[in-house]
């Protein structure tokens, strides 16, 4: 048996989450509902404009493998903060999750551990303002073979492509747990990611990947096609390939089965995370064994709980909600 189940790799964030209307958004030059990076003057104004703060360890890719922990999956990840109050904030939070984090803070680095401002509008909309930090700097050097070659199934965060020493680092880990038994996987992240991306993207989930999870948007980016023309060419390069489709059915292509599950259609409270709890509930359907449909309708239900309170992890226990729904 493997010592993990899952392991990740992203950028290793805290969220710093405040409540905001649209005045407060326009009045800060805050753009509406998107994920827009910063610089680090920019980020110590933003937390400064910020009321009644709530910080929680985030990430992407982190926020998936807190989601796996709720769900009792043996999980580790990798990623790189700096050996500042964030940082040792991020780890303990990882660790309080039973999350292993092989990863130490990093001493004298000279740049702060990553953080996001996320401003949530009354509607459920964020508004992400991300400063990467130290966190993009992941390389090969912070990925412990040890790690990925212990895992059953890998999971990367599309945004580490941003720079060459995270794509080296990602095809470290993937060659590593595959050559392990294990499966690799990506989520897209973001369509602007792609769109940067897109040669080197395309040569991951031919020759590396074994699953890829992204949205509409992001597939038709990256095939610059319409989305039935961009999943037949993935499918036909990558085992499995899920779709999400903002609020209509997730498309799920694997194994010479084609699935399509209706969300669960809730009132969002925050829609911080959806994507991520959606990519939870689907591997641990995935990587436990359950049939297509029903690892897809596992990570509809994980998404519409997280959309239903303040934050982008679990309160509930999913584990009751699959078993409430009869998945488990």
């Known amino acids: 048996m493997k010592k993990y189940q899952v392991v990740g790799i992203g950028n290793a964030i805290v969220d710093v989450l405040s409540q905001s209307d649209d005045a407060f958004l326009a009045a800060n030059g805050i753009e509406k509902g998107v994920m827009q990076l910063i610089e680090r003057a920019r980020a110590e104004e933003l937390y400064a404009a910020m009321t009644n703060r709530t910080e ?26 700096n050996d500042d109050a964030l940082g040792h904030f991020f780890e303990a939070s990882l660790r309080a999750e039973g999350t292993d984090f092989p990863n130490p803070p990093v001493k004298g680095g000279e740049l702060p551990t990553s953080r996001s401002m996320i401003f949530v509008s009354p509607d459920g909309e964020r508004s992400m303002n991300t400063y990467l ?47 392990g038994g294990g499966k690799a996987g990506i989520s897209l992240s973001d369509p602007f990611c792609v769109d940067r991306h897109r040669d080197s993207f395309r040569r991951l989930v031919r020759d590396e990947m074994d699953y890829v999870i992204g949205n509409n948007h992001e597939w038709e980016s990256l095939y610059q096609t319409d989305l039935e023309s961009a999943l037949k060419q993935a499918s036909s390069e990558c085992e499995m390939i899920v779709c999400t489709r903002s609020g209509e059915d997730v498309v799920l292509i694997g194994g010479g089965e084609r699935v399509e599950v209706p969300v669960q259609r809730v009132t969002p409270v925050d829609a911080t995370g959806a994507g991520d709890q959606f990519a939870a509930g689907f591997l641990f359907g995935y990587a436990t064994g359950r049939p297509l449909a029903v690892a897809g309708k596992m990570g509809t239900i994980a998404a519409s709980e997280v959309i239903s309170h303040f934050g982008a992890r679990p309160e509930a226990d999913v584990q009751a909600l699959f078993a409430a729904h009869g998945l488990v």
């Open 56 to 81: 929680a360890p985030g990430g992407s890719v982190g926020n998936t493998l807190a989601g796996l922990g709720n769900l009792g999956l043996r999980t580790a990840y990798i990623g790189r903060v």
């Open 133 to 179: 930090g130290i966190s993009a700097e992941v390389s090969t050097e912070d990925v412990p073979l040890a790690v990925v070659e212990d895992t059953e199934f890998l999971f990367l965060e599309g945004y580490l492509f941003d720079k060459d020493h995270g794509k080296t680092a990602f095809l470290k880990a993937a060659q590593g747990t595959r050559r």
